[in-house]
């Protein structure tokens, strides 16, 4: 009796874990076979509106502009987009589950968590904002820092020819700096709002303790410790889910930008007029 009851409630657990393992890695399959795709089609549309722009564009954008676009952009949508999406929606899923166990043991929490939700709220929307205009002000300095030295290892002979290697090197260091201002201003957004969601966390830690403590008298210990628990692993959760969120939002400038080039550009006449081929 015992031993065919636990069997059967082992077979059934085993066949959840199975299905489980089978639901993520279809869902692994399937978001990065079509994040993937997305990113191919991207580049080569671009590629092929640059490869037919009229000469007016490339005397007017300079190398290191266009170099841009396919080097860390297109790097930014093949590897750091679809990651950071996959794990903004993860840790959304997370927090917010999070926060209805605690709720559901301690329904005294509930305002308190509506008031640290705003709260949150208006901190990840202006984060978001500063992230996503810092990040393009990155996208526009690393530009200048491309073109620079792509035009100096062509000119490389010259430069040496006419003894301008201190003022070539001068005008990197300029570049680099303006570079490393934004990239630096990013990660001071970045620190500010982990601090401000560390509190938050504390804060509801602190309150789940003490209704925990409490309400002991019609709350079992264990489901105490596991609101507790979980409420101490929101601190974490908060904080990735705020960067992650706003970092996939700056990505998405590299997005903007190329998605630019895929449409704004003019391009020539076709080689071939089929109505008129010979």
Known sequence: GRVDELDWHLGWYGFFVLLLIVFLIARDVAWTYYT???????????????????????????????????????????????????????WGVYSLFASILICFVLP???????????????????????????????????SPLF???????????????????????????????????????SLMAQRWVGFRLDLIATAI??????????????VSPSFAGLAIVYAMQ???????????????EANMTSVERLAHYSSAIAVEAPAGIEATRP
């Open 36 to 90: 993937l795709l997305a990113a191919t089609t991207l580049h080569n549309t671009t590629f092929a509106r640059v490869l037919r722009a009229p000469m007016a564009f490339f005397d007017t954008n300079p190398l290191g502009r266009i170099l841009n676009r396919f080097t860390k952009d297109q790097s930014i949508l093949d590897n750091e987009l679809s990651f950071t999406l996959y794990q903004s929606l993860q």
């Open 108 to 142: 005294f929490f509930i305002p308190f968590l509506i008031v640290f939700g705003y709260i949150f709220y208006r901190i990840q929307v202006f984060y978001r904002k500063t992230s996503r205009e810092v990040k393009r002000l990155e996208n526009t300095c690393r």
């Open 147 to 185: 073109s620079h030295v792509a035009s100096t290892l062509t000119g490389i002979s010259t430069v040496r020819a006419y003894a301008a290697e201190a003022r070539f090197s001068a005008n990197h260091t300029v570049n680099v700096d303006t570079h490393q201002r934004a990239l630096f201003a």
């Open 205 to 218: 830690t602190f309150l789940a303790a003490l209704f925990a403590v409490l309400s002991r008298s019609w």
């Open 234 to 248: 929101l601190s974490g959760m908060f904080q990735w889910f705020a960067r992650v969120t706003a970092e996939a």
